[in-house]
């Protein structure tokens, strides 16, 4: 009963290719992100999304987009993928604001 | 400009011996702070919240905004204590948090 879930664990893939990775959170949150950490443990928050709202980090490429099917999903497509995106990406959610976020186990991307 | 500041990168403590890992936030406005937690190979945790005031694992933190800090205090590290601590603020409608770049705990037996 995993509250909130990502897959791919593990992504390796080629520059160029276009990925995507799934986030599900099962808790009834509002509300959901996209954090990426990098090589130096650095977080940043990517986008938030609710049913009314899509806010996004302005230093995000536009390659990266969130696409929410459904209140309880939140997937990152990413395209034309690039040496610099290789992370671990974190999907996150909460009840609503101001409120604990829950994590994902993160998944690692590798671009070769 | 929201930032929050992790002076140490890493931190080396033996078990037993008291801890404290700062945090400093710039925010012009009522600011409402966390620390989360990563142990290795587990997924980010909440620890505390300034607002719940109260103790986790032997972990406090209280804000001092004289000071902009929300340090983290313990006063006997433990081995299990050992892992990342990032200091986070919330800000925006959708309340992003905005993290520090963290610090390895490392409590040596």
């Known amino acids: 009963d995993t509250a909130v879930s990502q897959t791919p664990k593990y992504l390796v893939t080629q520059m160029g290719n276009d990925k995507s990775i799934k986030c599900e959170q099962n808790l009834g949150h509002d509300t959901m992100y996209w954090y990426k950490q990098d090589s130096k443990k650095f977080l940043k928050i990517m986008f938030s999304?609710?049913?009314?709202?899509?806010?996004i980090n302005e230093t995000v490429p536009n390659r990266f987009s969130p696409k929410s099917p459904d209140k309880a999903h939140l997937n990152l497509h990413i395209n034309s993928l690039e040496l610099g995106d290789s992370a671990v990406y974190f999907c996150a959610s909460t009840l609503k604001w101001g409120n604990e976020q829950f994590f994902g186990p993160g998944t690692r991307l590798t671009v070769l | 400009a929201q930032r929050v500041t992790q002076p140490e990168k890493l931190l080396s403590v033996f078990k037993g011996a008291p801890v404290e890992l700062k945090c400093n936030y710039s925010y012009s406005g009522s600011p409402e702070l966390f620390w989360y937690v990563q142990y290795s190979r587990q997924r980010l945790q909440l620890l505390l919240r300034h607002i719940s005031r109260e103790s986790i694992k032997g972990f406090t933190a209280d804000l001092n905004k004289g000071e902009t800090s929300f340090h983290l205090k313990k006063p006997f590290a433990q081995e299990e204590d050992s892992a990342m601590y990032y200091c986070a603020l919330i800000t925006g409608s959708q309340g992003n948090l905005i993290f520090g770049k963290g610090t390895k705990l490392s409590v040596k037996p």
């Open positions: 999304y609710n049913n009314k709202e899509l806010i």
